[in-house]
């Protein structure tokens, strides 16, 4: 009977051992996930925050300076943050699979080349902000808005250049671990905002040109710092001086930086098409505002999923570079999981408070109201939306862009575009079929993703990633002392 029992025992005790094992890996995986998605997300609050800065101060010089202010965000900066980002993305894939791979030194080469490329994008950007007076009329907008939108635009230059490099150091360390520089940076960019501002605009009275300046120099000021920060020795491991080599093998990088830009774009692009949509809706004023209220909810649920989707590319490209397709499936389950529990805590706080939150933003009852009948909607979009930037996140991590491209044109405009058109028009729900539409687009996009990633053989994407690295890579230097540029570590 003794030996029986130990005989019983052994069954049992193996299995608490597994699942130790097993929380063990869950806790490292977590940690490793909320070290990149956490100060991620604190970096996209504080720029979205400058953003609120510049609105509140230019808010109380003029409606006209208002309006022109949130044009220029809300039509030419988005445009350009979804290009500058988006074809970053492309060298998260890049310095991830090869700091996981252990090829240290081609970060620094892959950092060089996107500055390349994406300067030589960021040029054929700025006819679109020194003429956009013409541009914004032929939108539709007044001379008097087009005017001040223009000049505004023209003080955002300096801005446009600095997201050339803000976007890809930001990629770049986070690949191997530096985020709370870049995280430090953006809150640096955050003060300088509001010392800059009090000092022009309430004390120097400078008004427009107050604000845009003070924001000039809370972008650019932080970017300089990240570069010293690179080139004196904070990134010994990745970076190596500048190198010829970066003008070398542009072409793949130049393919994989417009897939990835076209990628966000669409995602980007999908949710102004629908605001242009309700606009033509009955009670289009309270259509609008309800919608807006809407998206400012799904905007700030956006910062965290696009943490996570930092977080999800950073533990798939790294693993795969490493070699290790069992980690990498097992860094896409913790994130995907980690992500559906935000999004039934967001659901369940929305469909919770949905009576209330409408008077946040605003005091009209009819808006309230109309904001209720669209919680129920917002409220799953939420849900879809922590878990569709978490797989786009792995995409990125896989170098899936091309792929998603189509995912993403197919989803959203063939699927939830049509969807939201159909049931505005010939359904009579006006924006809450728009807004189905979304979720239509989303969730079709979503399925995909999800159809895509269970399937997908992730040993042939451990061999797809080192054929990558290996076809990109050049030797190290031999000697640093002697070959390095003067940003030598």
Same mark, same amino acid.
């Given at each position: 009977m003794g030996n029986e029992a130990k005989v019983k025992l052994l069954p049992c005790s193996a299995a608490e051992e597994e699942q130790n094992q097993l929380y063990s890996r869950l806790w490292i995986e977590s940690k490793q996930l909320w070290i990149v998605a956490g100060p991620a997300i604190l970096t996209r609050l504080s720029m979205y925050g400058t953003f609120i800065i510049a609105q509140a101060f230019i808010g109380h010089i003029g409606d006209t300076e208002l309006a022109g202010l949130s044009i220029v965000y809300h039509v030419l900066v988005r445009f350009s943050i979804g290009v500058m980002t988006g074809m970053s993305n492309g060298l998260g894939t890049l310095c991830g699979q090869a700091y996981g791979a252990k090829q240290y030194h081609m970060l620094g080469i892959y950092l060089q080349r996107f500055w390349l490329i994406e300067f030589f994008f960021c040029i054929l950007l700025l006819?679109?902000? &020194?003429? %956009?007076?013409? =541009?914004? @009329? #032929?939108?539709? $907008?007044?001379? @008097? =808005? %087009?005017?001040m939108a223009n000049i505004i635009a023209v003080w955002y230059i300096p801005i446009m250049v600095s997201h050339v490099f803000r976007y890809t150091l930001r990629m770049y360390l986070q690949t191997h671990g530096k985020n709370m520089v870049v995280t430090w940076s953006g809150v640096v960019t955050l003060i300088l905002q509001v010392i800059g501002c009090w000092i022009l605009v309430e004390n120097m009275k400078l008004g427009v040109a107050g604000v845009m300046l003070a924001m000039d120099i809370a972008s650019v000021i932080p970017i300089i710092g990240l570069l010293m920060y690179v080139f004196c020795g904070g990134c010994p491991l990745t970076w190596k001086g500048f190198s010829m080599h970066a003008f070398s093998d542009l072409w793949p990088m130049v393919k994989l930086c417009v897939s990835s830009g076209v990628m966000l774009c669409l995602e980007m692009w999908y949710n102004s098409v629908l605001i242009l949509i309700t606009g033509n809706t009955k009670d289009a004023v309270v259509s609008i505002d309800a +919608?807006? &209220?809407?998206? !400012? &909810? !799904?905007?700030?649920?956006?910062?965290? %999923?696009?943490?996570?989707?930092?977080?999800a590319s950073v533990r798939v490209s790294n693993e795969l570079g490493r070699g290790s397709a069992k980690e990498a499936k097992f860094a896409i389950i913790v994130v995907v999981s980690t992500a559906v529990v935000i999004g039934i805590v967001l659901l369940g706080l929305v469909l919770a408070f949905k009576d209330k939150i409408s008077y946040i933003f605003s005091n009209s009852v009819e808006v309230a109201n109309a904001f209720e009948?669209?919680? &129920?909607? #917002?409220?799953? %979009? +939420?849900?879809? !939306?922590?878990? $569709?930037?978490? +797989?786009?996140? =792995?995409? =990125?991590?896989a170098g899936w862009q091309s792929k998603v491209v189509y995912i993403n044109l197919i989803c959203y405009y063939f699927v939830g575009l049509p969807i939201g058109v159909f049931l505005d028009y010939i359904g009579n729900l006006g924006v809450k079929g728009v807004w189905m539409g979304m979720i239509g687009g989303t969730l079709a996009q979503t399925l995909v993703l999800l159809y895509f990633t269970y399937k997908t053989d992730w040993d042939m994407q451990v061999s797809i990633a080192k054929t990558r690295v290996n076809k990109l890579a050049i030797p190290p230097p031999d000697e640093l002392d002697n070959t390095n540029a003067s940003g030598n570590n």
């Open positions: 006819p679109l902000f &020194i003429f %956009s007076a013409p =541009v914004l @009329k #032929l939108l539709g $907008q007044s001379d @008097k =808005v %087009s005017g +919608l807006s &209220i809407c998206l !400012n &909810i !799904n905007g700030w649920a956006m910062v965290l %999923s696009f943490g996570f989707l930092a977080a009948d669209l919680s &129920i909607p #917002l409220a799953f %979009s +939420l849900l879809l !939306n922590s878990i $569709q930037p978490v +797989l786009s996140g =792995v995409a =990125v991590g």
